[in-house]
């Protein structure tokens, strides 16, 4: 995926398409993939995660008909747009916290199945990167299906655990469901369309696993009562600023695992 120069409706999978919204940083990447699903014939769309307030990004969105508006998580680069697109559309917005469900739209619960604009949505619970994550599977998108990741997975780099409301135990545990979906095509909120949900959870559990052995390394170096930002010191010694708030809080995430999760600290 490329910085659009505007609003432009981009094909991601069979039954996907999305709008790259104008909000890049270091932590969204180009900005926050807002995408559009339907089957085909279908003149109504479902549109998940509706990105920042940016009026042309959700004028763009709301161009052909919005049944549904589903969000993958909380935070403002994927949910600040939701009650404006729902004005704009009157679609109903549903996400796990009732907090940002609008127009009626009620809270979604795992496991839910959803049938809109042609297309099978499964509901699957993700906490991990926070408590309320949710992915979006389309078990009917293309020959191995499909699953939208929120930031749960995406397509460039790791994700951030926002501890202490997202926690690394919660977040193996996505991995491992994730991983189960096999070679789904990963529709990431961040960053380019990746293949095979099961090959890229692998890698990320490794890199967990990676990062936890820096991390009891350092411990060893610095004592097991080591502050977070201690820890960041040694084991994100060269990351860039614009993210040191995000390893240092990862670096939470990992010593409560360590710690008092029972991952052996």
């Known amino acids: 995926m490329t910085p659009a120069s505007g609003p432009i409706l981009q094909r991601s999978s069979d039954l996907t398409q999305f709008i790259l919204a104008p909000n890049p940083g270091p932590m969204s990447l180009e900005g926050t993939n807002s995408y559009v699903l339907r089957a085909a014939g279908y003149p109504g769309a479902v549109v998940v995660d509706p990105g920042p307030l940016d009026d042309a990004h959700l004028r763009a969105l709301a161009a052909g008909p919005v049944e549904l508006i589903l969000i993958t ?145 350092a411990l060893d170096q610095l004592g097991r009562d080591a502050t977070a930002g201690e820890v960041a010191d040694v084991v994100y010694a060269d990351v860039d600023p614009s993210v040191r708030r995000a390893a240092e809080t990862s670096v939470a995430a990992q010593l409560h695992y360590l710690r008092e999760e029972g991952g052996q600290g």
Not at 178 to 197: N, R, Y
């Open 73 to 217: 998580h909380r935070h403002a680069d994927h949910t600040a747009g939701a009650a404006r697109l729902h004005e704009l559309t009157a679609a109903p917005v549903r996400a796990a916290d009732p907090e940002h469900c609008h127009g009626g739209g009620e809270p979604l619960q795992d496991g839910v199945v959803i049938h809109a604009a042609g297309v099978g949505i499964t509901v699957l619970a993700a906490p991990g990167h926070t408590s309320d994550s949710l992915c979006f599977l389309l078990p009917d998108d293309g020959p191995h299906g499909s699953v939208l990741t929120g930031d749960t997975i995406l397509g460039r780099g790791t994700t951030m655990l926002d501890y202490p409301d997202g926690t690394l135990g919660d977040y193996l545990a996505t991995l491992d469901r994730l991983e189960a979906l096999g070679a789904a095509t990963v529709l990431p909120a961040h960053g380019p369309v990746l293949p095979s949900v099961e090959s890229i959870a692998r890698d990320y559990r490794l890199h967990r696993q990676e990062r936890l052995g820096q991390i009891r390394a």
